[in-house]
């Protein structure tokens, strides 16, 4: 790499959703409004949340913009996109591109047992990326939240990993950022 991809650690809160309903894998307090920095989305920018039917509920005022929609694999989530992100990500035909994507999948085939479409449809975090990137125009930017760092696709580059925790004696999460580049 001949440059330095941006690193940090963030040490969050679980956050309960709007109204106080509790939902196993829900954004961490904070995280979304720290994520569409790296990702280079403001408020007002669309931005899709993958494998993030809830993502609407996050109670703080910053971290879903009125332009943002959700794709996921579990209708009871209402999705916008009720599609399987491992399979293709959408690529917003109804209007402005993406301004950057989000995704927050099960870390595990253990997680993901906690969700209905189950252990069965576990997404690759590789192929969850590669997928984003793939739905993206050159310059705009994926995040993902995960136990694993996924590899960078070839159309893209690494561009930052942020370490977080959310309390003591848990497991330590990573968000990674990869930004799309023109195909060589």
């Known amino acids: 790499m001949s440059y330095r991809p941006i690193t940090d650690f963030w040490f969050l809160a ?4 709007k109204g106080g309903q509790k939902y196993y894998g829900a954004y961490l307090g904070g995280f979304p409004e720290r994520a569409r ?3 280079g ?10 494998c993030g039917g809830m993502a609407r509920h996050y109670p703080y005022s910053r971290g879903f913009g009125p332009f943002d929609r959700t794709q996921d694999l579990d209708p009871d989530c209402s999705p916008d996109i009720l599609f399987d992100a491992g399979v293709a990500i959408d690529v ?22 906690h969700y209905k479409p189950g252990r069965d449809k576990y997404p690759s975090p590789n ?23 996924p590899r960078c ?11 977080i925790a959310c309390g003591f004696n848990n497991r ?5 950022v990869f930004e799309k580049i023109p195909s060589e």
């Open 37 to 39: 920095v790296l990702i």
């Open 14 to 17: 679980r956050a309960k959703l």
């Open 127 to 149: 192929k969850l990326v590669q997928n984003a990137i793939d739905a993206l125009d050159v310059g705009r930017k994926v995040g993902i939240i995960h136990y694993v760092v």
């Open 92 to 113: 917003n035909r109804d209007g402005d591109p993406w301004a950057g994507i989000l995704i927050d999948p099960p870390y595990s085939p253990e997680d993901a047992d």
């Open 41 to 50: 989305a403001s408020l007002q920018d669309p931005v899709l949340h993958v």
């Open 172 to 176: 330590i999460r990573a968000f990674s």
């Open 153 to 163: 696709p070839k159309n893209a580059k690494f561009v930052a990993c942020v370490g």
